[in-house]
T-cell receptor, first 116, second 113 residues
Framework: DAGVIQSPRHEVTEMGQEVTLRCKPI?????LFWYRQTMMRGLELLIY????????DSGMPEDRFSAKMPNASFSTLKIQPSEPRDSAVYFC??????????????FGPGTRLTVT | DQQVKQNSPSLSVQEGRISILNCDYT??????FLWYKKYPAEGPTFLISISSIKDKNEDGRFTVFLNKSAKHLSLHIVPSQPGDSAVYFCAASGSSNTGKLIFGQGTTLQVKP
């Protein structure tokens, strides 16, 4: 298995532009998580899907952020318009929501976003 | 509101010695705890976990201790190796029967040869 795949790996954009981050979870996993990593707050959960349905989006910072999961093998995180304070590493993770396996999340390599 | 806190941003240890990474939490409803390890330019990977019904779990050189009364857990690495140099994240989950995890800020461990 290729693991969780994220694209792009790096994104540099100007303030005000739309940014779309993409994620392909591990095949067979039914939960998907989007995180943002910053020095101050560590890994923050932004949104969590189970069986393609958003379960908890309380971590989404504001209306500029949106996430979708149109099918079991693809999810997007969109920022529109982007701001310099959105600069961070964004991780996607997936897990199998079954027993204690639900706690072991498999992370992608992350997308490093820089907004100038 | 940081429910999971790792108060030491960094730790430096000599190879062969013990590394002790600490984590504190505030929510008494947390019932499962995990440690993840992260190398540069990679995503975090699962390392070891512990249920709230236990106070210790060991896996090779890695041992996690849980003190529920103090709402504190620690990760011990013995002996430490240069390859252990990474960022370590503590995470906790509540009794919601979901896979949602709350992560700490991370501690950067450097093991010197």
């Amino acid at each position: 298995d290729a693991g969780v795949i994220q694209s792009p790996r790096h994104e540099v954009t100007e303030m005000g532009q739309e940014v779309t981050l993409r994620c392909k979870p591990i095949s067979g996993h039914n939960s998907l998580f989007w995180y943002r990593q910053t020095m101050m707050r560590g890994l923050e959960l932004l949104i969590y899907f189970n069986n393609n349905v958003p379960i908890d989006d309380s971590g989404m910072p504001e209306d500029r952020f949106s996430a979708k999961m149109p099918n079991a093998s693809f999810s997007t995180l969109k920022i529109q318009p982007s701001e310099p304070r959105d600069s961070a590493v964004y991780f996607c993770a997936s897990s199998l929501e079954q027993g204690l396996d639900r706690y072991e999340q498999y992370f992608g390599p992350g997308t490093r976003l820089t907004v100038t | 509101d940081q429910q999971v806190k790792q108060n030491s941003p960094s730790l430096s240890v000599q190879e062969g010695r013990i590394s002790i990474l600490n984590c504190d939490y505030t929510n008494s409803m947390f019932d499962y705890f995990l440690w993840y390890k992260k190398y540069p330019a990679e995503g975090p990977t699962f390392l070891i976990s512990i249920s709230s019904i236990k106070d210790k779990n060991e896996d090779g050189r890695f041992t996690v201790f849980l003190n529920k009364s103090a709402k504190h857990l620690s990760l011990h690495i013995v002996p430490s190796q240069p390859g252990d140099s990474a960022v370590y994240f503590c995470a906790a989950s509540g009794s919601s029967n979901t896979g949602k995890l709350i992560f700490g800020q991370g501690t950067t461990l450097q093991v010197k040869p």
